[in-house]
């Protein structure tokens, strides 16, 4: 019985772990979608200072959780998203409206496929 | 470089421990199914080594989960005798009062050559002096060759089974003869 107690902790660790990692991910991804959005809407409404503070909020966020981001993430992911996320700021000073709508569409699409590949769906599975 | 090495340690504490949780075995003497544990723990150990860019966590859940599930089936295996005949099976009879039940060859798809590759590991020559030879579910031959031992006294529930089905079998070949 005292091995079936381990392999009781064994599944606790398991799904702690993973529900740690799931929501973690998946919270913090909708945060960040909103906040591109949020951003995207500024830039397209010609509000460039709103747009790079929206852009320099994102930046600091996703530097302040990058190690956690690493420990739940591939880090050629997060290490892709942080990129993005610095081009946004870039852009915004410089005034590239269009490089910065693609650079915020592409990390708004990295962060939700990163979302979905944590989410228990049947293509996930198989 | 450094990450390599901690992760080397991490990995090799935590599958030191994963295979001491499930138990010592020798990998001759493993069933199917703790043999393809033991291959899918170790490969799935060396992703994070191979690729620093994959979490740790990506192995260590997968790992906890698989000693998890292996201890639990064992624990089943220990209370249910039917559920060790799914998951492992159980041993076949294949000589019988030194005859060799062709039949039940043909089932293991073993050949007589093997066969008596198995009886010269046991230093036999052939299977006269056999009274039974029993394929154990890990693939090895048992011999015993007690004379005229009887079905009674032999205290294994999964062999007793085998060689009353063995007998069943026999019965119904000499009715129809």
């Known amino acids: 019985m005292k091995r079936g107690w381990i392999a009781v902790i064994m599944i606790a660790l398991s799904l702690a772990f993973g529900g740690m990692d799931y929501y ?26 709103e747009a790079e503070s929206v852009a320099q909020r994102l930046d600091y966020r996703f530097r302040s959780q990058k190690g956690l981001m690493n420990i739940f993430m591939h880090h050629s992911e997060s290490g892709g998203i942080s990129c993005d996320l610095a081009m946004l700021e870039m852009y915004a000073r410089t005034g590239g409206t269009e490089e910065f709508l693609a650079t915020a569409a592409r990390a708004k699409r990295e962060i939700m496929t990163m979302k979905n590949s944590k989410i228990l769906r049947w293509e996930n599975i198989f | 470089m450094l990450t390599i090495i901690i992760r080397t ?13 499930m138990g010592k075995r020798q990998v001759s003497d493993m069933q199917t199914s703790e043999l ?12 994070p080594l191979e690729d620093a860019d994959r979490p740790l966590l990506n192995s260590l859940i997968p790992i906890m989960m698989i000693v998890a599930i292996e201890l639990i089936v064992s624990l089943i295996m220990m209370k249910s005798r039917r559920f060790r005949s799914i998951i492992c099976g159980h041993p076949i009879v294949v000589i019988k009062d030194g005859k060799i039940i062709e039949s039940q060859l043909k089932k293991l798809r073993i050949s007589y050559e093997d066969l008596y590759s198995l009886l010269r590991e046991k230093d036999l020559s052939d299977e006269k002096s056999v009274q039974y030879g029993i394929i154990e579910p890990n693939g090895t031959l048992s011999i015993l060759s007690s004379k005229d031992m009887t079905t009674d006294e032999i205290s294994s529930e999964d062999l007793k089974d085998e060689l009353n089905d063995i007998k069943q079998d026999e019965n119904q070949e000499g009715e129809t003869e």
Not at chain 1, 24 to 49: F, R
Not at chain 2, 36 to 47: E, K, N
Request: hydrophobic share 50%; aromatic share 8%; no cysteine.
């Open chain 2, 9 to 21: 340690i991490l990995i090799y504490i935590i599958v030191t421990a994963a295979i001491r949780i």
């Open chain 2, 36 to 47: 393809v544990i033991t291959f899918i723990i170790s490969q799935t150990a060396t992703l």
């Open chain 1, 24 to 49: 973690y991910v998946t919270s913090n991804a909708d945060i960040y979608a909103g906040m591109l959005t949020e951003a995207q809407e500024k830039m397209e409404q010609s509000e460039i200072t």
